[in-house]
């Protein structure tokens, strides 16, 4: 739901209206605090999250202190503010990749009233390594591997072949027809040609080719909304 939306919902309860159109107003508060602690929920997660593997932090490590995340993104929140509408800080909390800024309103962060909740923002992830904000939907937050999904886009890495090791194994102890019925078991979009292909790559001692990897992965029906960069890198 847009923050608009939700304008228009607190405004008819404060002008009134049919007696069956609270029933519907309730319903959609109700929705805009499931939101809410939707979004707050998953955001504290992420200092739980399992670690992400040393693909990043080798030889770089998180070099943007907290603070001067907290400056970064509290620069770029009075750039954005218009019409009056100000933004505060909700938390931050310290991911492999960087900091993830959570913020709303400044009267919902002063009050925690959910009417003041905007629905439909981003957080904010400043990279650890060159201070660039990112926007990153709720939606992909939750996602378990959003940071490699960010890795992926922003940051060049080639996700882990899963595949790769069993169809070593199964070609070390059962041969080349053994390994090619298990590749094409469990990487149904290859074509035969591309399977063979595959397949001598490893036979070669080689990694298969990336557009091969990325046929035998398994993707979401729907992708997840984009992480875009919306300021940065800093000096």
């Given amino acids: 739901m847009s923050k608009s939306a939700a304008q228009v919902i607190w405004a008819a309860d404060a002008q009134g209206g049919h007696p069956g159109e609270k029933y519907i107003r309730q319903a959609l508060r109700t929705m805009i605090l499931s939101s809410t602690a939707v979004k707050m929920r998953s955001f504290y997660q992420l200092s739980h999250q399992a670690p992400l593997a040393p693909i990043y932090t080798q030889g770089r490590g998180v070099k943007i202190s907290k603070a001067r995340a907290e400056e970064l993104v509290k620069a770029l929140l009075f750039e954005i503010q218009k019409d009056g509408q100000e933004f505060a800080i ?8 960087g900091w993830v800024v959570a913020w709303n309103s400044a009267e919902y962060a002063r009050s925690a009233n959910a009417e003041h909740f905007l629905i439909g923002g981003a957080s904010y ?20 591997d959003w940071q490699t999904i960010f890795l992926e886009e922003f940051k060049g890495l080639r996700r882990p072949d899963a595949l790769l090791d069993s169809v070593q194994k199964t070609l070390q102890s059962d041969g080349r027809i053994a390994a090619l019925r298990h590749l094409r078991k469990n990487a149904t979009s290859l074509s035969l040609a591309q399977a063979k292909e595959y397949l001598q790559a490893v036979e070669q001692g080689n990694d298969p080719a990336e557009e091969l990897v990325h046929l035998t992965r398994k993707y979401e029906s729907l992708p ?12």
Avoid: F, H, N, W
């Avoid at 400043?126 to 996602?143: E, F, H, K, N």
């Fill in 125 to 144: 992830l400043v990279d650890g390594s060159d201070g660039s904000i990112y926007a990153i939907p709720g939606d992909t937050m939750r996602l378990e």
């Fill in 90 to 97: 909700l938390g931050i909390k310290e991911t492999p990749v």
């Fill in 224 to 235: 997840p909304l984009p992480i875009r960069r919306v300021s940065g890198p800093v000096d």
